[in-house]
Structure formats: C-alpha cells, structure tokens
C-alpha cells in the first residue's frame, strides 16, 4: 500500500523556519521525483520544489534562496526546510511522488503550515 505521510506543519511568525518531512512507503523511493506543492486558500496547487531521483533540485521562484529540498534514500524520507517564512506562504503543502516514465503518481494528505503573528 502506498503511503505518503507528510508532518512538521505548524503555525510560525513571521521570518521563521520549519522542516516539512514526508515518509514514502510502498513503492521504490528511488525510482521517483519527489515533489512539494502548496495551496493557498482559494488558490490553485503549485509547485514548491522538486528533487529528482538523480538528486538534481528546482525551486519555484517565490521559494528560491529560502527553501531548500532533499531526500534521504535510507529513510525513504523528503524534506523541505523552509527558512525566512511570510504571511504568503501559509498553505496546505503536499508531498508529491512522480515516475513520469511509467505513468505513475502519488499524493500525500497534506500538512498545514500558517505564517501570522
């Protein structure tokens, strides 16, 4: 079975920092890009950023310089650090596991993360 399991959500101030894990069960890790994505209330799912399985990262350009990504093999474990926290970056944040080459996808729950004073 399958399971993506996000966690260290939270509310934190302003120009704080929390580390998002996701612990991946039930398929190959390695094999798999992994990916945040975030969504705001009221808007649509974007892409935070991403690690591939080569370990190669993207980051999306709000996030670029404040958020950092990366996977743990041994744990089967991805994360994302998230440093010098806004108002704006208060989401829902889904973990996110892709093999494009064999049409396969998966989603976490979501954890919520909540910038405010």
């Known amino acids: 079975q399958v399971q993506l399991v996000e966690s260290g959500g939270g509310l934190v101030q302003p120009g704080g920092s929390l580390r998002l894990s996701c612990a991946a069960s039930?398929?190959?890790?390695?094999?798999?890009?992994m990916n945040w994505y975030r969504q705001g209330p009221g808007e649509e799912r974007d892409l935070v950023a991403g690690?591939?399985?080569?370990?190669?990262?993207n980051y999306a350009d709000s996030v670029k310089g404040r958020f950092s990504i990366s996977r743990d093999s041994h744990r089967n474990t991805v994360y994302l650090q998230m440093n010098s926290l806004q108002p704006d970056d208060t989401a829902v944040y889904y973990c996110?596991?892709?093999?494009?080459?064999?049409?396969?996808?998966?989603w976490g729950k979501g954890t919520l993360v909540t910038v405010s004073t």
């Open positions: 039930g398929f190959t890790f390695s094999r798999y890009d």
């Open positions: 690690i591939s399985s080569a370990g190669t990262t």
């Open positions: 996110n596991a892709l093999n494009a080459e064999e049409w396969e996808e998966y």
